[in-house]
């Protein structure tokens, strides 16, 4: 994973929690052409497995093309299926120690919140990034968990693990983070459900 400073695929895209069409894939592929991306994360909360393996197949395609890591959220498994990338994991999900088994040396992100205790935890598991969240309000997901620019100073004292920061981030608050040293912004909402302007519109605001 990259870590330096000058990182200009800071982005890490999350999906929008529905994919209904086709035209997504067309969408997808002109931002993953713009070279602003790491990372993509399949986060299909209420499909079945058949479709996030239908679904999950479709997007590695595009994201190989364009030299982005396919991720899927929660399940090593499907990961494995559709020959991901790695894989995120939370706190509820699959330990990371049995994730590694099935995955051996692909890409594993936590989940930490805003703790310090579970990033530390993640590091000694070997998780490949930390993620920290939310530090904005977000209509993505409910925000139980708030995290601030301290975490981040935190975290970079304690570790080199790539460090990910999540949760309401758009084209108004983003560089605070980048100042502050996180090292890819994970994105959903700003991109995908921005009433003023389209994906590949929103995603050229963020420079």
Known sequence: MRKNKKNKRFIYLISPNKIKNEDFYNKLNQILSSKKVSFFQLRLKKETIKKKIHIGKKIKKICKKNNVKFLVNDSPIIAKKVNADGCHLGQKDMNILKARKILKNKIIGITCHNSINLAKKAIAYGANYLAFGAF???????????ANIKILKLAKKLT??????????????????????????AISGYIWNNKKLNPKEALNKLK
Request: hydrophobic fraction near 30%; glycine fraction near 6%.
């Open 160 to 185: 080199n693990t790539p460090i990910v920061a999540i949760g309401g981030i758009n084209q108004n608050n983003y560089k605070k983070l980048l100042l502050n040293k996180a090292n890819f912004l």
């Open 136 to 146: 904005y309000s977000s209509r993505t997901k409910k925000t139980r968990y708030k």
